[in-house]
């Protein structure tokens, strides 16, 4: 059995103008990053997603080597900004066919292209720990089609940044 240790990315520098993908992570918030760090295994096979904030929360959470997966990036967005998230995430699952806000992907071809993505991440290490770093929609699909269950939008809605999921996949 494979542990997956889904990681939600650190507090983001907030930039009105520039797309999400493009932030940084707040320095303010680094203590956070480092106070998880003693919560995930470090002996494990590590991942991110390419976005800044992603891979600068992975490079403060392990000295080990980390791979980057263009699949684990969270669902795109585009650079308008959105007054409110949580209600536009909602929507996002609510019609995953269907953009939720203009320039946004679909959270079906999200959905598809991150479980896509874990599928050789995780054949790669059979019966190890696995950690991904990435962004709090991308992992509540990614948990919804590995268990079968319904997206756990009440669950997105509790994840701190950073914060930690875990899935046991045989």
Same mark, same amino acid.
């Given at each position: 059995m494979t542990t997956l240790h889904l990681v939600r990315h650190g507090r983001p520098l907030l930039e009105r103008g520039r797309p999400a993908a493009t932030w940084s992570l707040d320095p303010a918030g680094f203590d956070d990053v480092w106070a998880l760090r003693e919560r995930l295994p470090q002996h494990a096979a590590w991942y991110t997603? /390419?976005? /800044?904030? *992603?891979?600068? !929360? +992975?490079q403060l959470l392990t000295d080990a080597p980390v791979g980057i997966v263009e699949g684990l990036r969270e669902q795109e967005r585009g650079s308008a900004w959105v007054d409110d998230l949580p209600d536009a995430v909602r929507r996002a699952f609510a019609h995953p066919r269907e953009p939720a806000a203009p320039g946004w992907e679909p959270m079906d071809t999200c959905r598809e292209r991150?479980?896509? +993505?874990? @599928?050789?991440?995780?054949? +790669?290490? /059979?019966?190890?720990?696995?950690?991904?770093?990435g962004h @709090? !929609?991308?992992? !509540? *699909?990614?948990? *919804? *089609?590995?268990? @079968? +269950?319904? /997206?756990?939008?009440?669950?997105?809605g509790r994840l701190a940044m950073p914060d930690v999921l875990r899935v046991d996949v045989p």
């Open positions: 997603s /390419p976005e /800044p904030k *992603a891979v600068e !929360t +992975a991150v479980v896509g +993505a874990v @599928g050789p991440v995780l054949a +790669a290490h /059979p019966r190890e720990d696995v950690v991904l770093v @709090g !929609t991308a992992w !509540t *699909a990614l948990v *919804a *089609a590995l268990t @079968g +269950a319904e /997206p756990d939008l009440e669950r997105w």
